[in-house]
T-cell receptor, first 116, second 114 residues
Framework: AQTVTQSQPEMSVQEAETVTLSCTYD???????LFWYKQPPSRQMILVIR??????QNATENRFSVNFQKAAKSFSLKISDSQLGDTAMYFC?????????????FGEGTQLTVNP | NAGVTQTPKFQVLKTGQSMTLQCAQD?????MSWYRQDPGMGLRLIHY???????DQGEVPNGYNVSRSTTEDFPLRLLSAAPSQTSVYFC?????????????FGPGTRLTVT
């Protein structure tokens, strides 16, 4: 079974600074996706960024980028130029295509607070 | 497109009561699923469906039933509510059960069992 671990329950950052959220996972599969979801106080789950395991290039979406280390099974999220609207719970998630179908496995979450 | 809709948004039940959480999507997605979110535990899969008439258990299925009679609807039934089922429930859908990689989430239902 897959497991996803987020070892930072809470983090804070000053507005305009950069912050990195950590995520590690465990799997025996070779074909999978990794995701970061954002959950603001509205409770809505919002996809931030995704990474396909076979792509060596790290995914980037505007101010959000990932550092995908497949051998180390590490998938961190970097937020540049942090904004107040980035305050949210962030979840790392794994989707294995070989055995899990569309079943997402989530980490415990990291509560990020951006301070003015 | 309304996307994924869930009703109700909030619900309070007494122990032993039953109820159904509704989920509907208008995107013609084959795959639908239910998750529960508890503090410090992320989201955990309860049940999922890969198409009308097909359902299967996820990580935490006990105390819940599902059925999928149409592509659009995927209700979650609590047969006899327990305080341990106090949680926030999310429904999600995606285009195909295999090789799909983005799930669309509903707004969630906050359930309290007293």
């Amino acid at each position: 079974a897959q497991t996803v671990t987020q070892s930072q329950p809470e983090m804070s950052v000053q507005e305009a600074e950069t912050v990195t959220l950590s995520c590690t996972y465990d799997t025996s599969e070779n074909n999978y996706y990794l995701f970061w979801y954002k959950q603001p106080p509205s409770r809505q789950m919002i996809l931030v960024i995704r990474q396909e395991a076979y792509k060596q290039q790290n995914a980037t979406e505007n101010r959000f980028s990932v550092n995908f280390q497949k051998a180390a099974k590490s998938f961190s999220l970097k937020i540049s130029d942090s904004q107040l609207g980035d305050t949210a719970m962030y979840f790392c998630a794994f989707l294995g295509l070989e055995t899990s179908g569309s079943r997402l496995t989530f980490g415990e979450g990291t509560q990020l607070t951006v301070n003015p | 497109n309304a996307g994924v809709t869930q009703t109700p948004k909030f619900q309070v039940l007494k122990t032993g009561q039953s109820m159904t959480l509704q989920c509907a999507q208008d995107m013609n997605h084959e795959y639908m699923s239910w998750y529960r979110q508890d503090p410090g535990m992320g989201l955990r899969l309860i049940h999922y469906s890969v198409g009308a008439g097909i359902t299967d258990q996820g990580e935490v299925p006990n105390g819940y039933n599902v059925s999928r009679s149409t592509t659009e609807d995927f209700p979650l039934r609590l047969l006899s509510a327990a305080p341990s089922q106090t949680s926030v429930y999310f429904c999600a859908s995606s285009p195909q059960y295999y090789n799909s990689y983005e799930q669309y989430f509903g707004p969630g239902t906050r359930l309290t069992v007293t």
